[in-house]
């Protein structure tokens, strides 16, 4: 039987496998999280009108569950659209061998500087070509369609770039995928024999080991990807799909058994979904393998969207456009989110009448 909540149901299913000690504290804390989200041990708002009253416990927040993510990412998307200017933008996808993959998977620790590697090698490309800077903002993703370890980058970029030594904002630029795989690529196998000479990169094998793997890799080619330019909102809608939200599809999920659990996977060489079965053990797994760390930003901000770059040339950038430069959209309320996405006020009772808040309930002490 399959539930509302599909990845609630199977982390309370699979409690006995993650919810101890051994499990990362990031992980636990998320995971909690999530059972708890939408129940009365986060609280609950109380609200009334003349004849009805109504409980609205409190949400979770958390990037591994996809209700609130979901609301999240919604919110993100809503921002940029506002504040970025109106220019065409490129997607640029950065893969990794499964040789390089492999040493990530065994040092997580060195994922939360895998995208400034990824931007700065988009970044120097732009400078490289027109000496133009770009509006760079990467999204990590660490999974595939099969639910394997794949970290990747997902990237937008400008299509154009503001040129200071003219002062001029130049169209379109051109993107090499050749090159821009060669710039990659050195810049991740730069970050790993920094990471090893610092002794600070896990791994059974030896350093001799190690660098001959890195020299290999250096010598091969790697996955690339650059797409056309278009709007935005096209991108934002894109890349929103992998800010905020864990590796499994709820809509996927075909079964969810006391022992087992069936889901459905995507075979992307393949283009096409498998039927794949796993145990409660092996699922856990796959979600502890992918769960967010603490404190790390599901998106980064490089060249002309940095904080430095921003402060400096923002204004500039919107003169150079002929563009009226927007402020922050109002943060959208509990309520107007609910409406945007359902179509359905979660604040009128069952004559349509408005409720109002009245009080809140404190959290009850969770096991």
């Not at 609280?43 to 009334?48: D, L, P, Q, R, Y």
């Not at 490309?125 to 770009?134: I, Q």
């Not at 006391?258 to 053990?281: D, H, I, M, P, S």
Request: glycine share 6%; with cysteine.
């Amino acid at each position: 039987m399959i539930g509302e909540h599909p990845i609630k149901q199977i982390l309370i299913e699979t409690r006995s496998y993650w919810d101890h000690e051994g499990t990362a504290a990031n992980v636990r804390e998320n995971f909690l999280k999530v059972i708890r989200c939408g129940t009365g041990a986060l609280g609950a708002e109380i609200f009334a009108s003349e004849t009805e009253s109504k409980l609205v416990f409190h949400t979770c927040k958390s990037r591994f569950c996809t209700s609130c993510g979901q609301r999240a990412t919604e919110s993100w998307q809503e921002d940029l659209e506002t504040i970025l200017p109106d220019v065409p933008y490129i997607g640029v996808t950065l893969t990794m061998p499964i040789e390089i993959r492999e040493l990530f998977e065994q040092n997580k620790h060195l994922l939360h500087g895998v995208p400034a590697m990824g931007a700065e090698a988009i970044i120097q490309c732009a400078k490289a070509r027109s000496g133009a800077h770009v509006l760079v903002l990467v999204v990590q993703q660490t999974f595939g369609g099969l639910l394997n370890f794949v970290p990747h980058l997902h990237v937008m970029v400008s299509a154009g770039g503001l040129q200071e030594s003219t002062n001029r904002w130049i169209p379109r630029l051109r993107f090499d995928e050749p090159e821009l795989m060669r710039a990659w690529r050195y810049a991740l196998i730069a970050f790993l024999a920094e990471a090893l000479k610092r002794n600070i990169l896990r791994c059974s094998l030896t350093s001799e080991d190690l660098l001959k793997i890195l020299a290999t890799q250096y010598k091969r080619r790697w996955n690339v990807f650059i797409s056309r330019a278009g709007s935005k909102i096209y991108r934002l809608k894109h890349d929103g799909r992998y800010v905020r939200r864990p590796p499994i599809a709820q809509h996927r999920t075909i079964r969810i058994g006391r022992y087992e659990v069936e889901y459905l996977a995507k075979n992307t060489r393949g283009k096409q979904f498998v039927a794949t079965r796993y145990t409660n053990e092996e699922f856990v797994k796959i979600l502890v393998e992918h769960g967010p760390d603490r404190g790390r930003h599901a998106m980064r901000y490089f060249g002309l969207l940095s904080p430095r770059s921003k402060a400096r040339l923002w204004s500039a950038i919107f003169v150079l456009l002929n563009q009226q430069q927007r402020p922050h959209p109002p943060r959208t309320s509990w309520r107007g989110l609910h409406l945007k996405t359902f179509s359905i006020d979660p604040l009128q009772d069952s004559f349509g009448r408005s409720m109002y808040w009245v009080g809140r309930r404190a959290p009850f002490k969770a096991a």
